[in-house]
């Protein structure tokens, strides 16, 4: 190579040498994050391997859907914040957002490094979908009527759905705490998203470590030792547990009077059914599995309103409100029993405080 050839090409080098230094070491500011994985995928694998299921296990099943969420959740972003601006009055708009997308280039290093944890990320969400499906192979459901009674001994000898729809009698009620049960994975997302891409600091690590963790002790390891199906598929498994039977004629009746109105319906029920249908079939599908004991949706919600009132009390208290819409939901749209969202609220806070001591 000439030198004036030389001349040309060793500035690419060089910049494409800070390119790459610049990614490793926001990469690196992951490291435990990814070793945490790392060391979850392992153990997955032994104990898939162990139990004799190696063939069930995935860790790219949740890729394809990170391949379209996360293209479109940009999107949704870039223009979402358009609209702020304007809502906001924004003197000079398109300058101000223009700016911005610049902003967005110049961290294009966090960028990246943003996709390779996300990466991480759905290989333990993998790892968590190939344990789930493996909980009604491994340890049958074996604890449905044990919680139920507990609930039973928790609320007076009365069930706690019951107790629920005393209170709420109105199918439109039961409707928003629907789209709110079902908003919970739009607010986890989005969660997700905001510390995926913030800069490192103490209260981003502890959510990632809390967050893994929850999936882990509650979701996975929980949830194994303490196989349940929960009401709604316990009447299908064992149709003389009759104790929800009512409950499940009471979601339908509800369900048909909000389509006659013209309403939508209740989503969770359509949800249920898909879930039923895979578990009967065998369908390896995303998000698949029974298991109600723990609750993660109660998990989860809990966690954010920890995370939301670290940043914000206002909003720590909105989304404390939150986490207990989704405990009523989760027993009056019969995903869950109440000991469920009990033993998953106290155990979330109690990671989460674990969290708050690790230094990395």
């Known amino acids: 190579m000439s030198i004036h050839e030389s001349s040309r090409v060793l500035p690419y080098i060089s ?4 390119e ?36 069930s296990i995935s860790f790219f099943s949740y890729m394809y859907v990170m391949k379209l969420l996360a293209p479109v959740s940009l999107l949704v972003a870039v223009f979402g914040y358009f609209f702020i601006l304007l809502f906001r009055r924004e003197p000079r708009p398109i300058k101000c957002y223009w700016e911005k997308i610049k902003l967005i280039y110049s961290y294009r290093a966090k960028v990246i490094s943003s996709f390779i944890l996300l990466t991480s990320i759905s290989i333990f969400m993998s790892c ?45 009620i039961l409707q928003a705490i629907n789209f709110c049960y079902n908003l919970w994975f739009f607010l986890m997302w989005a969660m997700l998203c905001y510390f995926l891409t913030c800069f490192p600091s103490k209260l981003r690590t502890r959510f990632f ?16 030792l303490l196989s349940s199906a929960g009401p709604v598929f316990m009447v299908r498994l064992e149709p003389g547990f009759e104790n929800y039977d009512l409950l499940v004629q ?8 909000l389509k006659g109105k013209g309403w939508s319906e209740l989503y969770s029920l359509n949800i249920q059914d898909i879930l039923w249908e895979a578990y009967v079939d065998k ?66 806070w109690l ?6 001591k690790v230094k990395c």
């Open 209 to 224: 470590i809390s967050w893994i963790l929850c999936w882990t002790v509650l979701g996975m390891i929980a949830a194994t």
């Open 20 to 55: 790459v230094n610049d990614i490793t070491l926001h990469v690196k500011e992951d490291a435990a994050l990814h070793g945490l994985v790392l060391i979850i995928a392992i153990l997955v694998t032994i104990f898939a391997s162990t139990t004799g299921y190696t063939n």
């Open 250 to 257: 009471l979601l339908q009746d509800q369900n048909s009077w």
């Open 351 to 356: 990671l989460w405080r674990v969290s708050g």
């Open 283 to 348: 369908k390896d599908m995303l998000g698949s599995g029974i298991s109600a004991m723990p609750s993660m949706h109660v998990s989860i919600a809990v966690l954010m309103a920890l995370v939301m009132n670290s940043a914000n009390k206002k909003l720590g208290v909105v989304f404390g409100l939150y986490a207990l819409v989704i405990f009523i939901g989760s027993i009056a749209l019969g995903w869950h029993y109440a000991v469920d969202g009990i033993v998953s609220a106290p155990v979330t």
């Open 15 to 18: 910049t494409i040498t800070k």
């Open 128 to 172: 968590f979908s190939t344990v789930k499906s493996l909980i009604p192979l491994i340890h049958p459901f074996s604890f449905d009527h044990l919680f139920h009674r507990m609930d039973l001994w928790l609320f007076g000898g009365v069930e706690p759905w019951r107790v629920i729809h005393s209170i709420i009698t109105s199918p439109y």
